[in-house]
């Protein structure tokens, strides 16, 4: 994969930062990929290649890319520190061994700001992101340098339309004005290297957000990404510890915030701050979003979050989902994947001290069947799981696995 061409245009409403990518070992068309913001913020840009060998990385891994070349200066602690996420997605999922390997010149140069370094946030209206933001107004002061000054909300990742797009963008210029921190709205085809879905929760989540802080390196100085899983339910993806803050560069810090808060911590927090609870946004389906209710309250992500709010004892959450009816018919009926049910587990309690013992069975019910712990042999395997820490399972696979010669 080659990076040609960088340069910054400007006109009187937008300024984009875009490059060319030309893929040299698989079929992928050449693309261009951009950045773009207001005209207000085009200083914002950094007119470095930084941004773009972030987003290229573990695309280039996956398609099985021997090299990232390009015809820039690079940070030289990007340059580093991208190496150490090139062997720890090698290492996890067992890809592109050898490819992907970066080949530019250490910059010489630091990369000079139009203002000085700011605090921002990636605002997505979603739980992890609201904690962060309401986690460091609790913990930093005024003025502090990691103090938020400005929030990133970014088009063309999750949201590809341009009138739900405007339906979020009023909801979190409200947040951000009831916080006090200036909305940064920017939009990149970053997905255009790999628009796989499975790709994005794998191995672009982070990389992608990172990308885009590394494009506004005139303006930020580190940048927070709100954590989807706390400690004890890390697990390797695209979003993690080892992840973002190995995209750090010289001029733009990554940060990681909210792996000792669990979920339900989260949303206790968020909850307790209405402009944060009044915009909330957690639903994945554009399509349904309408002005000042952007959740469908039908979705799995949505049901489960009006039974985080129930548990947390959140007040007036109703009136932001357009169905927001809970039932155990409803809660069984969800497909609850291995990712989510760490979540569903920590309710089971709260639902029931909050006088919803219907939901907690419900709930219990949910786990039992997507773990595969219901019957005899369920009941095996939930013994093994929460008393002897899952060494039958381990031992099974031991015994059933192939010989090696």
């Known amino acids: 994969m080659r990076i040609e061409h960088l340069r910054l245009d400007r006109n009187r409403r937008t300024a984009r930062l875009a490059a060319q990518f030309i893929w040299e070992d698989c079929a992928h068309p050449p693309c261009e990929l951009y950045f773009e913001t207001d005209a207000e913020f085009g200083d914002a840009l950094s007119e470095t290649a930084d941004a773009f060998v972030a987003a290229s990385l573990t695309p280039a891994l996956w398609a099985g890319e021997r090299r990232i070349a390009v015809d820039e200066e ?6 580093e520190n991208l190496e150490i996420v090139r062997r720890l997605f090698q290492h996890w999922f067992n890809v592109g061994s050898g490819a992907a390997r970066i080949e530019a010149a250490p910059r010489r140069r630091a990369v000079q700001r139009a203002t000085p370094g700011r605090a921002a946030f990636f605002l997505s209206g979603g739980i992890d992101s609201l904690a962060a933001l309401l986690a460091n107004r609790s913990r930093v002061a005024a003025g502090h340098p990691l103090s938020i000054t400005d929030a990133i909300l970014v088009y063309g990742l999750e949201i590809e339309h341009d009138q739900p797009f405007g339906y979020v963008r009023d909801a979190m210029a409200s947040i951000a004005n009831e916080a006090g921190v200036t909305l940064i709205p920017v939009s990149s085809n970053v997905r255009a290297l790999n628009p796989d879905w499975t790709f994005w929760y794998t191995a672009y989540m982070g990389p992608a957000l990172c990308a885009v802080a ?9 940048a927070t990404i709100g954590a989807d899983y706390d400690v004890p339910n890390l697990a390797p993806h695209g979003s993690h510890p080892l992840v973002e803050p190995n995209f750090s560069s010289h001029a733009v810090r990554m940060r990681y915030h909210g792996l000792t808060m669990s979920r339900l911590d989260k949303v206790r927090l968020v909850a307790s701050w209405p402009p944060g609870l009044a915009h909330l946004r957690v639903c994945n389906r554009p399509e349904i979003y309408e002005p000042g209710r952007l959740n469908c309250g039908e979705c799995e992500k949505c049901v489960r979050t009006m039974l985080e709010l129930l548990a947390a004892g959140a007040r007036g959450w109703e009136r932001i989902f357009l169905q927001h009816e809970l039932s155990s018919e409803r809660i069984e009926r969800l497909y609850a994947p291995r990712k989510v049910q760490p979540f569903y587990a ?26 595969g712990e219901t019957g005899l042999t369920g009941r095996l395997r939930k013994f093994d799981r929460e008393r002897l820490n899952g060494s039958l399972v381990s031992l099974k696979r031991a015994l059933t696995a192939s010989p090696v010669n």
């Open 346 to 371: 920590e309710l089971i309690g709260p639902l029931a001290d909050a006088g919803r013992p219907d939901l907690s069975a419900a709930v219990s019910r949910l786990l039992a069947s997507a773990r």
């Open 74 to 79: 690079v940070c030289p602690d990007l340059l």
């Open 214 to 222: 590394h494009a506004l390196g005139a303006r930020i100085a580190n």
